[in-house]
């Protein structure tokens, strides 16, 4: 008699699906998280299998979360039974439309320069008995505005990656498993090598090969830096506590983004044949997402407007 296969648990399915996407380059950080909770959750429920029903069950709990959040867990899941279904026909892929939800960028918080200049000094003194925490994260916040780096692609650098000799700041595994290389400005250079003089004094034997460390001399983590930036906002003023609004620590790379296209046009320069040349130092996958910044910027959209005009007014 042949021997019945094994019929595979949903965990055994996410195990497979986590491997084969992020062998396609997907991190997926967050959403095996969440799908990892759906499992958890499916098995306390007994489901040996996905139903629309378990589903909606799962992605609208607990009722305190946003419209949104529903959505995106609903959305998760989708992609994983999809997948699952093409291994076990019992499964159900629910319908997006069933948690609809309109995407919206949330528009940037426009910093000064010399708001800039007074979070990185504020920053820096956030624990005077321990002066590399203020120093890790002042530099942090200062390559943050000066490259337009994401927060995550700072935190991820290793004293390797970092070549102030010739200024080039190398980005491992970036959003989309990409890489790329950084130039830095001379002055950022200066103060890249002040800090890992500081660094390297304080801690001359390391145990971590990370470019930023944090006051134990590890890798410096994500929350913690969002943590440090909500405190520090608030005392400047910039934000109420609790208030999930207000200046964002990924609004630095606004802030480099809106601030090299600014100068572009006060100095004449052609924005629409160098965009692409930014959208790839951004890092982003689609220039449009590069042009986003023209409509979400009055100032920007108000000069872009004004060569137009002067182009059409030419003989």
């Not at 003194?125 to 994401?150: C, E």
């Not at 044949?273 to 009055?298: F, I, K, N, Q």
């Amino acid at each position: 008699m042949a021997r019945r296969c094994a019929v595979k648990t949903l965990a055994s399915h996410l195990d497979d699906y986590l491997r084969i996407r992020r062998q396609l380059g997907f991190q997926l950080r967050v959403p095996a998280i969440l799908l990892r909770n759906f499992v958890a959750f499916a098995e306390q429920q007994r489901a040996k299998r996905i139903t629309t029903r378990l589903v909606l069950h799962w992605a609208t709990q607990p009722p305190r979360i946003t419209t949104a959040q529903k959505a995106n867990r609903l959305g998760v899941v989708r992609r994983f039974a999809r997948y699952v279904s093409s291994i076990d026909p019992r499964t159900e892929v629910p319908q997006q439309r069933l948690l609809p939800y309109q995407f919206r960028r949330r528009d940037p918080h426009i910093y000064q320069p010399e708001d800039v200049q007074k979070l990185i000094d504020v920053i820096g003194q956030i624990d005077p008995s321990q002066p590399i925490k203020g120093a890790s994260y002042a530099t942090l916040i200062g390559l943050l505005a000066a490259t337009g780096m994401r927060v995550g692609e700072a935190i991820g650098l290793d004293c390797g990656d970092v070549d102030l000799s010739r200024g080039l700041v190398t980005i491992r595994r970036a959003k989309g498993n990409k890489s790329r290389l950084v130039p830095l400005h001379p002055t950022t250079c200066t103060a890249l090598a002040a800090y890992v003089t500081q660094r390297d004094e304080t801690f001359p034997k390391r145990s971590t090969s990370s470019f930023f460390v944090s006051e134990r001399g590890t890798r410096l983590r994500h929350t913690s830096a969002h943590r440090w930036f909500v405190l520090v906002a608030c005392q400047l003023g910039w934000r109420r506590p609790g208030d999930r609004g207000g200046p964002r620590i990924h609004d630095l790379r606004h802030y480099f983004a809106i601030q090299t296209m600014l100068r572009w046009y006060r100095t004449g320069v052609n924005v629409e044949a160098h965009l692409a040349e930014l959208s790839t130092y951004l890092g982003h996958c689609h220039v449009r997402d590069t042009y986003w910044y023209l409509s979400a910027v009055p100032e920007l959209l108000q000069l872009a407007t004004e060569r137009c005009r002067g182009k059409e007014t030419l003989p």
